[in-house]
């Protein structure tokens, strides 16, 4: 059964970074599309990034370009989302997802079709 397990989070200042983790277990990995949501409260969850199977490539939305980065490390499967340069509209829940042989084609756009979700992290960017 395909698991997403997340750490990390918590509070940091404008400008700073900080690094979210998720582990993927139950399938196997690289076939794997890796995905990473926020939602801001009172707002719907939006799609941030995707990376698709075969860990090849990362689609990023507009607004977190130059500034967030995907990195996975694949023998122990797990996915690191670093996130630099934070502005305050970056605060939100960050849920870290998987999906079995997906190429990322309209992530964006709900519904997500995700196969697995993890807990959810609080990022809080704040002065």
């Known amino acids: 059964q395909l698991q997403v397990v997340q750490s990390g989070g918590g509070l940091v200042q404008p400008g700073e970074s900080l690094k979210l983790s998720c582990v993927v277990s139950?399938?196997?990995?690289?076939?794997?599309?890796i995905m990473w949501f926020r939602q801001a409260s009172g707002r719907r969850r939006e799609a941030v990034s995707c990376?698709?199977?075969?860990?090849?490539?990362?689609d990023y939305i507009d607004d977190v370009k130059g500034r967030f980065t995907v990195s996975t490390v694949s023998n122990n499967g797990t996915v690191h989302l670093v996130m630099n340069s934070l502005k305050p509209e970056d605060t939100g829940v960050y849920y870290c997802?998987?999906?079995?042989?997906?190429?990322?084609?309209?992530?964006?756009?709900?519904?997500?079709?995700?196969?697995?979700w993890g807990q959810g992290t609080l990022v809080t960017v704040s002065s």
């Open positions: 997802a998987a999906t079995k042989f997906y190429d990322c084609l309209g992530y964006i756009t709900p519904p997500y079709g995700v196969d697995a």
């Open positions: 139950g399938f196997t990995f690289r076939n794997c599309a």
């Open positions: 990376t698709r199977s075969g860990h090849y490539s990362t």
